[in-house]
């Protein structure tokens, strides 16, 4: 645990500022730069190094598979909910205007939605490849030489 010393003092202090410059990516991503794809890469990016310097059981302990499965479900659900919504409303599929009787509110509820949903998936995605190759690494070579059932 005392080694690494340095990197592990240097995640600490990052890693929370990585997660809210995820989350000023992902409010702000509708006024200017960024958005849901962006700070879901941001986000995911902080757990992995979390997961790298902390150990992947660590990690683990602390986003479960099961949560990932989730979010990546309930992120997709998300935004094709935002266009379930405006197709319900009277619109067409993704028409943000019929989201709210003033049309500039409706526009901006539909795409912070819509970027909410984005940032959800790409980040439980990301993370998600990162366990299935961190795995793969942690096989034997016997059992990456044979996987189950060619034995």
Known sequence: MNRQLVLRVIAKLMIPFILIFALYVQFH??????????????LA?????????????RTRRAVPD????????????LYGGVGV????????FLDYFV????????????????????????SSVML?????????ANLTESERDHPEGER
């Open 85 to 92: 919504a405006g197709m319900l409303l009277g619109g067409n």
């Open 128 to 136: 998600r490849i990162f366990y299935l190759f961190a795995d793969r």
């Open 29 to 42: 991503g509708d006024f200017g730069p960024g958005g849901g794809f962006q700070a879901g890469v941001a």
């Open 45 to 57: 990016a902080g757990v992995i190094f979390y997961a790298l310097i902390f150990g992947l059981a």
């Open 66 to 77: 099961s949560l990932l499965d989730g979010m990546i479900a309930g992120g997709v659900l």
């Open 99 to 122: 989201l709210d009787a003033d049309t500039v509110i409706g526009q901006h509820r539909g795409i912070f939605w819509v970027e909410a949903g984005v940032g959800i998936t790409v």
